[in-house]
């Protein structure tokens, strides 16, 4: 499975109008959304209206409109987001249990490679389908916290350090521990 930019901006959409709502803002005008975010206006805008048509969010037309869950953000799991925008999670089309296609492999009962692709969609599926928006919601805003905290040690950055560092995994940010 490979997360589309569009997939990727649906759910950094999503975090953000759940941040907005756990901060009492309440309604995001769109433009705000793609400043804030740095997503371009008009993707935003057809991501926002596939996100509406789903029963994800709703809009507000006026002075004052904008953008806002239509949920309750304990209600949305993220892989319905990944998989309303991004279609199958499975990374080939004979693992996929909701956009299956035929194998080309000449036995796909006994395929290896199917098989370890089912078991790496499973996982995929355990860790989106296992979290809430508001889980996500939850980890965003107390990372935020400890950044803000952080500033404040001006820690500096060390060169070479990894970008991708376990320590800002989402199960360490929302256990607290340190992987």
Do not use: W
């Not at 996982?123 to 928006?133: C, H, K």
């Amino acid at each position: 499975m490979r997360l589309t930019k569009r997939g990727e901006y649906a759910l950094r959409t999503m975090i953000r109008l759940g941040v907005a709502e756990r901060n009492g803002e309440g309604v995001i005008s769109v433009s705000s959304l793609a400043e804030q975010e740095h997503l371009p206006f008009k993707f935003l805008e057809a991501i926002l209206f596939e996100l509406r048509t789903a029963g994800y969010v709703e809009s507000l037309r006026g002075k004052h409109g904008g953008a806002r869950l239509a949920r309750p953000m304990k209600s949305i799991k993220m892989g319905e987001i990944v998989r309303l925008i991004d279609g199958k999670l499975a990374p080939i089309g004979c693992a996929s249990e909701t956009e299956y296609e035929k194998c080309t492999c000449p036995d796909e009962e006994h395929c290896g490679l199917r098989m370890l692709m089912i078991d790496v969609r499973n996982a995929i599926a355990n860790i989106l389908d296992r979290y809430t928006l508001e889980h996500v919601v939850e980890v965003t805003l107390r990372k935020q916290e400890q950044c803000g905290t952080a500033k404040k040690k001006v820690a500096k950055k060390v060169v070479g350090a990894r970008h991708a560092d376990p320590a800002d995994g989402f199960l360490a940010v929302l256990l607290d521990t340190p992987v």
